[in-house]
């Protein structure tokens, strides 16, 4: 055990193949990222004695784990939707700060869109009817119509407006133009968001995620672990987790979302203020989501996220790039998108973001990013701060 806290950092990061992937299974893919993340780590799978995964399989994260070969003393299966992998994070952080683990693999791997396609699942997730659900599912009362009816109240409340809400989904795709790895990369326009076809009020089709295969893996390890790592560490300095509500009769704001609480904890252990923050990854199921999140993380006051995203503050080249590799609105989005999003934060610290690689005053690196991930419908939130050097 140390005498004082290790500090942590993110030494390793991969993607699967991502998009349209029609062949492999979701093992498939989590081994694939798994082992892209250990070689751009440069360590031996031998060093990795933690392990984390949600989603796959009966007995998660064991299955994964004997499917990659790994034996781990420090397992974690948290699963509490999108939030997944900063809440789950924080805690890999937390057991290797305290000397309970050495090196944390995070890994996810989902074939949500080809499942589909093959006639192995439905359009519809269903979360069941039981709890507090029975009370919402005889009503019809979707995921998405959750989130619309956030939205509609944000818009009363604030006078937020549809034009607004379309400007998050055109930022995205404009991000999203320049990275080869995203799935859509075609712009649109705020006409194109509004005249698309209505999935629940006021969302249309471009107001709501893709739906995409893939994967992705992030190894955490202890300060020890740096010198022999194949490149320069990313260090996690702060994070924060926090849970609101299931029963959308228990949610007290529907225009404030769980992130204002992780969020405030994260800047809070990580001794930065919002406004240091260079970059942000933020879930983005819906373009709803990245509004408010905008807010409760403190780049805007509570109810001004619809102007704050007008006039391109979120493309790469904005006053803040968000989602900068397009995020789940444009680039992929396989399920539990939160690991994509520390990912990518790693990638834009890192400079290896290629085409969409994000440059400051200068041709500087970014140098500070925040990610943060949502769960259910605003039922969770998990925020993890990053620095470079």
Request: aromatic residues 6%.
């Amino acid at each position: 055990m140390p005498s004082t806290p290790r500090k942590v950092a993110v030494v390793g990061i991969s993607l699967s193949d991502c998009g349209r992937v029609d062949g492999p299974t979701p093992y498939a893919l989590h081994a694939q990222a798994a082992r892209r993340a250990l070689a751009d780590s440069g360590l031996d799978r031998g060093v990795v004695d933690g392990f984390g995964s949600a989603g796959l399989g009966t007995l998660a994260p064991i299955e994964v784990a004997e499917y990659l070969g790994l034996r781990p003393t420090w397992v974690d299966s948290t699963a509490v939707g999108g939030a997944t992998w900063e809440v789950m994070a924080a805690h890999a952080a937390d057991a290797i700060a305290a000397g309970h683990a050495r090196a944390v693999l995070l890994v996810y791997g989902s074939t949500a869109r080809a499942d589909i396609r093959a006639g192995r699942r439905t359009s519809e997730l269903s979360f069941g009817s039981r709890g507090p659900l029975q009370f919402e599912v005889p009503y019809g009362h979707t995921l998405v119509a959750k989130y619309a009816m956030a939205a509609r109240r944000h818009m009363h409340e604030y006078g937020t407006t549809l034009e607004q809400l379309a400007e998050v989904a055109v930022q995205a795709r404009a991000n999203a133009a320049a990275n080869t790895d995203a799935m859509f990369r075609d712009p649109i326009t705020v006409d194109d968001v509004l005249d698309g076809p209505l999935i629940a009020d006021p969302f249309t089709k471009l107001h709501c995620c893709i739906r995409s295969d893939g994967g992705c893996a992030v190894l955490l390890a202890a300060k020890e672990c740096v010198p022999d790592t194949a490149k320069a560490p990313v260090w996690i300095l702060g994070t924060g987790e926090h849970v609101s509500h299931t029963a959308m009769s228990q949610w007290d704001d529907f225009t404030l979302s769980p992130a204002a609480v992780s969020g405030r904890l994260a800047f809070e252990r990580a001794g930065v203020r919002p406004h240091e923050i260079d970059i942000a990854e933020i879930y983005d199921a819906f373009t709803y989501m990245t509004l408010v999140t905008l807010e409760d993380l403190g780049f805007c006051a509570k109810g001004e996220g619809g102007a704050f995203v007008e006039k391109g503050r979120l493309l790469r080249d904005g006053g803040l790039p968000v989602n900068t590799d397009g995020g789940g609105l444009s680039a992929c989005h396989p399920g539990m998108r939160g690991l994509f999003l520390l990912v990518e934060a790693v990638r834009q610290l890192r400079g290896e973001a290629g085409g969409h690689q994000v440059r400051q005053a200068g041709g500087r690196l970014p140098e500070l990013a925040v990610a943060s991930g949502t769960g259910g419908w605003f039922c969770s939130s998990g925020t993890v701060v990053l620095g470079r050097g």
